[in-house]
């Protein structure tokens, strides 16, 4: 299934089951959305739910689509939702470590070496 028809059929169930709980919610309080002098204010709660579940769609969609690696596999890694964690700055800092390690080593080889010369 493509992304698109995945999104579309996603925000098809998603804008079904928040129209059903609109309507069970106004029933149960005594409304009756049907009534015309409320007609309007039902309509509008109806385009609040069209968004509502096109923006739930869209955060499943990014999901799914993180949840899905190269191979095609589906292998959940890591939190979807804080975005890619491969940043410039997460591999400069990475480098920097890298570098700050390889200095540390240097120096602790240089101070052996210098304390294995004094003892002779």
């Known amino acids: 299934m ?11 169930v998603v804008f079904i089951i928040s129209c059903a ?7 149960s309080v005594g409304a009756d959305p049907f ?11 109806l385009i609040a739910a069209g968004y509502a579940s096109i923006r739930i769609s869209m955060i499943v969609g990014r999901f799914l689509d ?3 690696n ?6 959940l890694s890591g939190m979807p939702f804080f975005g890619n964690k491969d ?9 920097r ?3 700050v390690e390889a200095a540390q080593k240097r120096s602790k080889e240089t101070t052996d070496t ?4 004094g003892d002779e």
Not at 2 to 12: C, E, G, V, Y
């Open 2 to 12: 493509s992304n698109r028809a995945r999104f579309w059929m996603i925000t098809l």
């Open 21 to 27: 709980i609109i309507l069970v919610t106004a029933y």
């Open 35 to 45: 009534h015309p002098r409320s007609r309007h204010i039902w309509a509008l709660s």
């Open 66 to 68: 993180a949840r899905e």
């Open 70 to 75: 190269d191979d095609g596999s589906s292998a």
């Open 87 to 95: 940043h410039t700055i997460d591999r400069r800092m990475a480098e």
């Open 97 to 99: 470590r890298a570098r």
């Open 114 to 117: 210098k304390e294995d010369a």
